[in-house]
Structure formats: C-alpha cells, structure tokens
C-alpha cells in the first residue's frame, strides 16, 4: 500500500493517497510489520510535507527513524530526510531544507540512497540555487538529465528543465517553456504547478508583470486545488507582486509585512548597501546569521540580488 500511495502522491490523488497509506500503516501495525509501516509513514510524511503540516512531518518521520536507522535500511532514512527537506523548502528555509536533502547523496550519513535522490533532484537543486549553490544545482540536473535521457520518463524531463531554468542565464526562459511543454507532464500536478510558479517568479524578476500574473495564477490555482498550502501562500504573494498597475507599492508593502522583524531589519540595511559583516555589527548578530536571514527574506520577496531587494524598498516608500 505504501507503493501505491506513492503512485497517488506523484498523480495528485492526495486523498486517495492518504486512504491507502493510513490503511496500510494500521494493517502493518496489527501484524508487526515494522518496514511495511515506516513506508506509510514516509508516504504521509511527503502528504503533510507539501501540505505545510510540520507537526505531522516531524511525527511521521521520528517514528520511521525509529525503525530505519538501528537497523541500516537507508531507503526509509531516505525518504525521512527528504520529507523533512521538502517540508523546510516549502516553508522557504532553503538552507535547512538543503542539509536534510544533501544527506540522499553523501556517504556516510546513513541515507545515501540513488533512487530517493533522483526524485528529490529538483528539491535539492531549489534549495541549493536559492542558497547559492549552483555548482550542486548543476550536479542535480545532470543526474535528471542523466535518467531522463534513459527513461524518457516526463517527470524527469520536466524536472529538469526547471532546474535549469532556476539556474538562470540566457536560456533559462526556454528551459521553463520546455518543462511546460513535456508531454505528461500535467499528469504530475504539483510538479506542473511548481514549474509554472518558477516561471512566473522569473517573468516577475524580469518585469514582465503581466506574464508573470498568468504563469503564477495558474499555479495558484493549481496549488489551491491540491491542498499545497506552502506553496499556495507563495504563488498567493507573486499574485500580490504583479497587481494592477498603480498599486505596486501597496504590493510590495504586504510582501515586506511577510517578513519578521529581525528580518525587516536585516533586509533594510541590505537595501542600504551594507556588508553581511557590517549587518552583523549593527544588529550584534554574526554575519553568518545575517546570510540566513538574507536568504529568508530573498525566498519570501522572490527575489536574488541586493538591487532587487533595494527597488523592492523603494517601492514601498510613502511618496
């Protein structure tokens, strides 16, 4: 049952996933099966992951390593750190999310397993774009490139494609275009619904508002259907970001309301040109914090770079 509710996660069948895996998990439970019931565990922890229910992650994925980590079974362990890796990524802590997940792809830390970082690839490639880590966002894409190729397996192909639209440059728009453009791909619709929202991120950065509006409004609704709060509330604020004309101020005003008050303040001496060292010093927090925070709030606004970030604040200047 745990296979099967894998099958209905990845198709959008949540409710029926749900079902099976809860069906699974008591059956497993009356009979001692121990391994059968950490599989649903893993598949209601990814449930709850992209639903936005930590509490439930963190349940689902203690008792599973209860069972996986004494006895050495690395695909639980696996599954355990990217449920804990999505739920982080989708709450927009990247570098959180970015330590649980490397765990699928290094020896020695009890997790390393191929198949669970093949599908956590895109994941992972988010995470490390978003923390700077291009040179392990690269690494990821070529490995879905790798089994895309062999497969030719469309949620493979259109991962793919969007980490290399997350990676920017020239191309990146063709990239997005592309992943949209798979074939079978809208039968994976969380992972359809996400290639829209990047793509709607990136069209926003480039000022294409309207665009970007349609790319993000479809994820929106997307995410809406599916039950994926996180993700929901993050296409909710690009919709903020790319209103009407005219009100763009009041726009970005909301989106910097989104932020903490440590982050606020990080990001307005940001806005100002100071150094992470020279945050740090102002605000007696090392300048390792301030990079944590940075990367808080650039996931929260939607944005990658200071001048960004200084347009955002101009924006929400009183006139």
Known sequence: MGTTAMLDNAAGRWPQAESSAAEGLRLAQDLGADHIASHC???LGWLAAVRGDERAVAEAT????????PQGVRALS????WNRGMASLFRERPEEALDFLVRLTEPGRGAEHPTFALLAALDTAEAAVRVGRSDLANERVRVLEAWARRTGAPWARCAAHVTRGLLG???????????????????????YARAQLSYGEWLR??????????????????????????????????QDLTGAPGRRGSSDTRAMNRLTAQEQRVAQLAAERLTNREIGVQLRISHR????????????????????LSNLHAGCEPP
């Open 62 to 69: 203690a008792r599973a390593l209860e069972t996986s980590l």
């Open 78 to 81: 696996a599954a355990v750190y």
């Open 169 to 191: 440059g020239a191309r990146a728009e063709g990239a997005f275009r592309a992943a949209l453009d798979v074939p079978g791909a809208r039968s994976h619709p969380l992972l």
């Open 41 to 43: 565990r893993t598949s």
């Open 289 to 308: 914090t301030v990079g944590h925070h940075l990367g808080n709030v650039f996931a929260k606004l939607g944005i990658n770079t200071r001048t960004e």
């Open 205 to 238: 950065r480039g000022r294409r508002r309207t665009d970007a509006r349609v790319r993000s409004g479809a994820a929106l609704e997307a995410f809406d259907r599916l039950g994926a709060e996180p993700l929901r509330q993050r296409a909710q604020r690009e």
